[in-house]
């Protein structure tokens, strides 16, 4: 008599192992970075629904910020260091220490993801939700841009009560606006 796999558990195997499959084929290793020389520069979510890096603003410098993608506006929906744009070189980087931040041109920090908890980071990934994450080695999040919206709430985002939404001050300056939420 031969015995018969229950399909069932199959497929829930099948199931829960899917996101770890997805995770290490988008992650962004140890020492990956983006440098801000043109609007390309960017990490896109599995999809490509959203990316995740450097959009030029006007002349004056760039942003780093996650944007709609596959739309023609591209329009931009979380920034960091929103109150200044970088200069032509600036670099985000997660070191091989487990660091995931932002330097101008000649080194300077400018920001730093402030990653919860005592955990060093161990990958990154640009999710299909907009959500960009820091993961330790057991795929815990550390910090992720859901946790510190600018403008924007995206579905599956949650917003805290000490939140606050700021509106941008104009279409090209990102610092925050006068109104709020």
């Known amino acids: 008599m031969a015995f018969k796999q229950p399909y069932p558990l199959y497929f829930l195997h099948i199931l829960l192992l899917l996101p770890c499959s997805i995770f290490a084929q988008t992650q962004i290793s140890l020492g990956s970075n983006l440098t801000a020389l043109n609007d390309n520069s960017s990490w896109p979510s599995p999809s490509g629904d959203f990316a995740f890096g450097f959009r030029k603003i006007g002349e004056d410098g760039f942003l ?3 944007w709609f993608n596959k739309v023609k506006e591209r329009t931009i929906v979380w ?13 985000v980087e997660l070191t091989t220490g487990g660091k995931f931040m932002l330097n101008d041109a000649t080194g300077k920090q400018i920001w730093m993801a402030e990653s919860s908890g ?16 820091l993961v330790d080695l057991n795929l815990n999040n550390l910090w992720e841009s859901f946790d510190v919206p600018t403008d924007t709430i ?14 941008p001050f104009s279409a090209s300056n990102y610092s925050k606006g006068r109104f709020f939420f």
């Open 64 to 66: 780093l910020a996650i």
């Open 118 to 133: 005592t955990g060093v980071a161990y990958a990154a990934a640009m999710l299909d939700t907009g959500n960009f994450v």
């Open 154 to 167: 995206l579905p599956t985002q949650i917003l805290n009560r000490s939140i606050t939404l700021y509106a």
């Open 79 to 91: 920034s960091a260091n929103g109150n200044n744009l970088v200069p032509e070189g600036s670099k």
